[in-house]
């Protein structure tokens, strides 16, 4: 999925990177169930990216209400993150929307312990 907001501008873009898979098997909700508990939610996935791709709609939300029109920002969410892209073609969809780009951001999360992640195992590197 693929989608660009002040795409009218034609400076160099902001992107910002996300996926919707997990690696979690369907059974894994029946051993950990959904819940929220003392304020934080727990269960299967919920540090997986679905926050990180939130945060980034958040944010792309908070820009347009300050009126930001510097840079186009364009979102990027691919649907098999989780193996390598291999069952589908994101890979080079996410080379090609982000070629050209000034900045990428990845919304993945962090750590449970609040840490910042500074890099992560990945199959695609940008320049």
Do not use: C, W
Not at 16 to 21: A, L, P
Not at 27 to 49: C, T, Y
Not at 83 to 109: P, R
């Amino acid at each position: 999925m693929v989608a660009t907001y002040n795409s009218q501008l034609k400076t160099e873009p902001i992107v910002f990177i996300g996926h919707r898979d997990t690696v979690f098997s369907s059974k894994e909700s029946l051993i950990r169930p959904f819940k929220i508990e003392n304020g934080k939610a727990m269960g299967p996935g919920v540090l997986d990216m679905k926050v990180g791709d939130v945060i980034g709609i958040f944010a792309l939300e908070v820009l347009k209400e300050i009126g930001y029109n510097k840079r186009p920002i364009k979102i990027i969410f691919s649907g098999d993150e989780e193996n390598a892209h291999s069952n589908s073609n994101s890979q080079e969809v996410i080379l090609k929307e982000s070629k050209g780009a000034k900045a990428a951001l990845n919304f993945e999360t962090g750590r449970v312990d609040e840490g910042i992640v500074v890099g992560r195992m990945g199959t695609v590197s940008y320049r």
